[in-house]
T-cell receptor
Framework: AQSVTQLDSQVPVFEEAPVELRCNYS??????LFWYVQYPNQGLQLLLK??????LVKSINGFEAEFNKSQTSFHLRKPSVHISDTAEYFC????????????FGTGTRLLVSP | GAGVSQSPSNKVTEKGKDVELRCDPI?????LYWYRQSLGQGLEFLIY????????KSGLPSDRFSAERTGGSVSTLTIQRTQQEDSAVYLC?????????????FGPGTRLLVL
């Protein structure tokens, strides 16, 4: 069985500051990792994913995450946040063969203030 | 192209009533998933359909919950004799199985409130 831990339920940050949202996972098999974002009153949108290859993956809006197998982590970072990044961010894991049920973390609410 | 759509967007019902939630996946996607998002439980997997295979129902919380997928496309999640603890946002997702993409695309959800 897999599990995902997002230790920070809420992260307040000022605009243009850097941010890191932490994600740790547990799995007995190889995994794929995802970050989804949920803006207020909207559905989940894929932000970025790690399937294989380079352990550093990037989104089109400046976020990046690095897969660290030894630390079982997939932390999300952005060097300079905008007000529009205010949202809830979910880390998710699935095993890399067969059925792909996503196991989600509890989410981290990013609050960006001016 | 069109994304995953769900209807209704909001549903208010009385305890004990049955409800049906609908999901239209992205055209051509062979896999369809239902999840539930609630304050107490976070995001939970409910059920998974893939092609003509038997669905994986391992996440359904009770026998009051059922789902079907007709013609490999539209899916309906039915909750019988609703309870207040069923109040949640029900999310549907679809994906292309058998490819390297491995991405589930989510609909906007149906917000269910059981009074």
């Amino acid at each position: 069985a897999q599990s995902v831990t997002q230790l920070d339920s809420q992260v307040p940050v000022f605009e243009e500051a850097p941010v890191e949202l932490r994600c740790n996972y547990s799995s007995s098999v190889s995994v794929y990792l995802f970050w989804y974002v949920q803006y207020p009153n909207q559905g989940l949108q894929l932000l970025l994913k790690y399937l294989s290859g380079s352990t550093l993956v990037k989104s089109i809006n400046g976020f990046e995450a690095e897969f660290n197998k030894s630390q079982t982590s997939f932390h999300l970072r952005k060097p300079s946040v905008h007000i529009s990044d205010t949202a809830e961010y979910f880390c998710a894991v699935t095993h890399n063969t067969g059925f792909q049920k996503l196991v989600f973390g509890t989410g981290t609410r990013l609050l960006v203030s001016p | 192209g069109a994304g995953v759509s769900q209807s209704p967007s909001n549903k208010v019902t009385e305890k004990g009533k049955d409800v049906e939630l609908r999901c239209d996946p992205i055209s051509g996607h062979t896999a369809l998933y239902w999840y539930r998002q609630s304050l107490g439980q976070g995001l939970e997997f409910l059920i998974y359909f893939q092609g003509n295979s038997a669905p994986d129902k391992s996440g359904l919380p009770s026998d009051r919950f059922s789902a079907e997928r007709t013609g490999g496309s539209v899916s309906t999640l039915t909750i019988q004799r609703t309870q207040q603890e069923d109040s949640a946002v029900y999310l549907c997702a679809s994906s292309l199985e058998g490819t390297a993409e491995r991405t589930q695309y989510f609909g906007p959800g149906t917000r269910l409130l059981v009074l």
